[in-house]
């Protein structure tokens, strides 16, 4: 940012103009850095001219897996954000008295040109939504950008839009991600051509973030993040089992596993299932 | 955690597990910092046996603000957590298509153990609405512990709760809060008293994980940190101005207060009428 002319600091005030304003840009991806695919001319076309980047959303879903993302890519106003399920009726997420309301049904989406598929503590349950699967599949297979963050990458793989990709999940849950024949990395962000995968929940920030640099540009980005006020100051050193060590890391790892049990007693037989369905049909 | 004992680790281990389950600790507070204040007899008696946190919710909200800390805190649901509004109609949100609906009324809660009031960013749009200030007023000078994030203090200010105390609240508004009496503090979590303040926006985040360390004990901090994977990567160091630079603070700083003159063009004038009024009625 030293050297910056004068058109390229006009361009970024009059960009940020349109931070939580009605406006797009002409100037779609004018600065995508280096090691991104090139966006077909579709991601231009979209509705009202916007891309469309629509989250699949559905019952137990993880607010913040979905709100850290959408905050951040709504900043700029230049992306046509959807929230999409079968039916129009709201869905409970795992917050209790938090619903979001879909704002589109899959049959009513047909042009996606960036997909994100957010997790949930218990993404088992979700593998026996096989519309979803389907559509997932249909609209991840057209798309520009194949995205998701935490456990929405398993959600990915069960659609078989995963076979040969590296990509990141929430740390707890690594092994069950090679069962759709994804590699999994143990990274916060993985960038493997058009996929781009967050880890667990809080990772949907520097997703984001992520994505925004390689969908738009780092300007953008830096804006977002200045927005959001993104200077993490975390108080306890615990974020990955690595530094959280073994007691920690066990009590948070059973207390997820109880949960998932208790909500889906079968989840290992639906996982094989569900893994044998991607070769069978996909 | 090097030296942690049988007792110490079976209670973790427990208290874990009840993380997404039905329980209860008995033993609240049982290892509160020595900075924190004691906790009423109150804190333990409210809903079901649990306290009662309850986050403030309006038109305009930016739901990443609520969303991070709600999260955090609601691992181990030991809190009972409301969303509190003057009626149960859904609110819209900064973000285009979420809606929240209130969980209960400013007339239907009469107990707050732990009051959050989220931020805006345009918080001065809400300064009109008296009943909500009026409420905030009442709930916060009977609660143990007031708390806000982003422009949330601000808010909290015009309810007169932040004479005299140190805050956070957004970059680019630091100013504002001294008008209401509070003492701004550029950091990213602020503890004064029983005053809790988050700077911007996914400060939100770091303020939970404290508040939770202060009102529960470090250990349930820590599962929740590791349960949300927070060990963050920002993908740029443009989350504060000192970082960001002057070309991308001076833009956003512009994005933001064209957004707010545009929707309220007379906010100069309403920030010191708000000013005004707690000194003449708190």
Redesign the interface.
Same mark, same amino acid.
């Given at each position: 940012?030293k050297n &910056?002319s004068i058109d390229r600091?006009n361009f970024?005030?009059k960009?940020?103009?349109?931070?939580?304003?009605i406006g797009s840009f002409a100037n779609q991806n004018a600065f995508a850095k280096e090691h991104s695919v090139a966006l077909p001319s579709a991601m231009k076309a979209s509705s009202g001219g916007k891309p469309t980047l629509a989250f699949v959303i559905f019952p137990g879903i993880?607010?913040?897996d979905m709100?850290?993302p959408?905050?951040v890519l709504?900043v700029g106003e230049w992306l046509n954000?959807?929230?999409v399920w079968r039916d129009l009726l709201p869905v409970r997420t795992?917050?209790?008295?938090?619903?979001?309301?879909p704002?589109i049904t899959f049959e009513q989406l047909d042009k996606v040109d960036i997909l994100c598929v957010p997790g949930t503590?218990n993404p088992y349950a979700l593998l026996n939504e096989l519309d979803m699967l389907d559509w997932i599949h249909k609209a991840g297979s057209k798309a520009s950008w194949v995205t998701s963050v935490?456990t929405g990458s398993i959600l990915l793989g069960a659609a078989g839009l995963l076979k040969g990709y590296k990509a990141a999940t929430?740390?707890s849950m690594m092994d069950n991600l090679s069962k759709f024949g994804a590699i999994p990395v143990n990274k916060?962000?993985v960038i493997d051509r058009n996929r781009i995968t967050g880890?667990?929940?809080?990772?949907g920030?520097?997703f984001g973030?992520?994505l925004l640099?390689e969908i738009k540009d780092?300007?953008h980005?830096? &804006?977002a993040?200045?927005?959001?006020?993104?200077?993490?100051?975390?108080?306890?050193n615990?974020? &990955?089992?690595e530094?959280?060590?073994k007691? &920690?890391?066990?009590?948070?790892r059973?207390?997820?596993f109880?949960?998932v049990e208790?909500k889906t007693p079968d989840y290992k037989e639906i996982l094989i299932r569900s893994a044998k369905r991607i070769s069978d049909i996909y």
């Open positions: 940012m &910056i600091r970024i005030i960009s940020a103009l349109t931070i939580s304003s993880t607010p913040l709100i850290g959408a905050t709504a954000i959807e929230y795992e917050l209790e008295h938090i619903s979001f309301s704002s503590g935490c929430h740390w916060r962000v880890g667990g929940v809080t990772a920030i520097d973030l992520t640099a780092e300007e980005a830096q &804006i993040q200045l927005a959001l006020q993104y200077n993490p100051k975390p108080p306890f615990s974020g &990955i089992p530094f959280a060590g007691e &920690i890391t066990n009590a948070t059973q207390a997820i109880s949960n208790k």
